[in-house]
């Protein structure tokens, strides 16, 4: 399966606010409140840039079976990606022994 590589949009404002990230679409003047576990995937798709990386970091941080994450970050992914907060892009995986 290839990886998903994420970038956040330059169009955004993010916050971090007491338990909270806020964060604001300049090109709407919407903005969204994440907290919990939303919060902490924004970061650290924010911080890895792969859908792959942030599921491992989670299902290690977590406790949880790689498998059990997966479907909720993509689902994730998939939601900042229609509302403009994120853009994505396929990544093949590199051949055997070249980087």
């Known amino acids: 399966m290839h990886d998903l590589k994420v970038t956040v949009s330059t169009s955004i404002l993010v916050q971090e606010v007491e338990d909270?990230?806020?964060?604001?679409?300049?090109?709407?003047?919407n903005y969204y409140r994440l907290d919990g576990t939303a919060a902490r995937i924004w970061q650290l798709l924010g911080k890895l840039g792969s859908r792959d990386k942030v599921?491992?970091?989670?299902?290690?941080?977590?406790?949880v079976p790689v498998a059990d994450l997966q479907r909720d970050v993509e689902a994730l992914i998939a939601?900042?990606?229609?509302?403009?907060?994120?853009?994505?892009?396929?990544?093949?995986?590199s051949p055997s022994g070249q980087d």
Do not use: G, R
């Open 20 to 29: 909270e990230t806020v964060i604001l679409n300049l090109k709407n003047e």
């Open 55 to 63: 599921t491992e970091a989670m299902a290690s941080e977590y406790q």
């Open 79 to 93: 939601e900042f990606v229609q509302l403009d907060l994120l853009h994505t892009a396929e990544e093949s995986p």
